[in-house]
């Protein structure tokens, strides 16, 4: 059984990490699953893709397993990073970069690359349960999976050096506040709440979003005319869409747009 599965249901896309027996780790296979699942993703052209892990855990990190093997091999280590710790590295950035809306489902632990895979999505809706912890640290790591580029600009530099340099185990509650996590809901009704939101995005005016994730991820890099101007340009390019004119409509009509997603 593959260690990844997907599944595309109308507008839904979910990948699921399944490996219970290694906590759902990111190893290499499971990361060429997940690019593989976001290539088909975007091929199918939906409107969201969640990213969830199975049996009460997201994902617990890399593969202390592999990195033993490596440890104990006489392989070049420059050959070995750039076969197995690239690879890797490059899922977590395939995540964040992935055109549609994203979503992270953690519920349980999101440890090391697991915490990465997590912030790389748009949104992280975490269970009550759910931990997360960037402690590259305690095995003597220094950060991997692209926290050095996603943490400071989601928490900020001071507090990103903190969870770093502590490797602290932080619950779902004080994530939330730190902004590693944008909602938390009772782990009893987690897969309930976690509906209302994806239902949410899934329904909303698809191409106005995918700019909208376009312009905020850029936006830290530009200058602000910059990025006044690359918002001008992508209002060009969806004021010609469905949703445009439905919403506008359903403004003056004072209803509810229903947003085709195009």
Known sequence: ?????????????????????????????????????????????????????????????????????????DRDT???????????NRTVQRLYECSVPTIA???GPAFGAGGSLAIACDLVLASERAEISFGFRRIGLSIDSGPSYLLPRVVGEKTAME??????????????????????????EFDERCEAVIEEVVTGPTVA????????????????DGAIRAEVDSLGAVFDTDDFSEGVNAFVERRTPEFGGE
Do not use: W
């Open 1 to 73: 059984m593959a260690p990844v599965e997907y599944e595309i249901d109308g507008d839904l896309a979910t990948i699921t990490m399944d490996n219970p027996p290694l906590r759902n780790a990111l190893t290499l296979e499971a990361a060429e699953h997940i690019q593989e699942a976001i290539d088909a993703i975007e091929d199918a052209d939906v409107r969201c893709a969640v990213l969830e892990g199975s049996e009460g855990t997201f994902c617990a990190g890399g593969d202390i397993e592999s990195m033993l093997e490596g440890l104990a091999s």
């Open 78 to 88: 420059e050959e070995l990073m750039e076969e197995v710790g690239l690879p890797i």
């Open 105 to 107: 489902k953690v519920d």
């Open 163 to 188: 969870l770093v340099y502590t490797g602290d185990l932080i619950d779902a509650a004080e994530a939330q506040e730190l902004g590693l996590i944008n909602r938390v809901f009772p782990t009893e």
């Open 209 to 224: 979003l995918k700019r909208s994730k376009q312009l905020l991820q850029a936006g830290g890099e530009r200058t602000f």
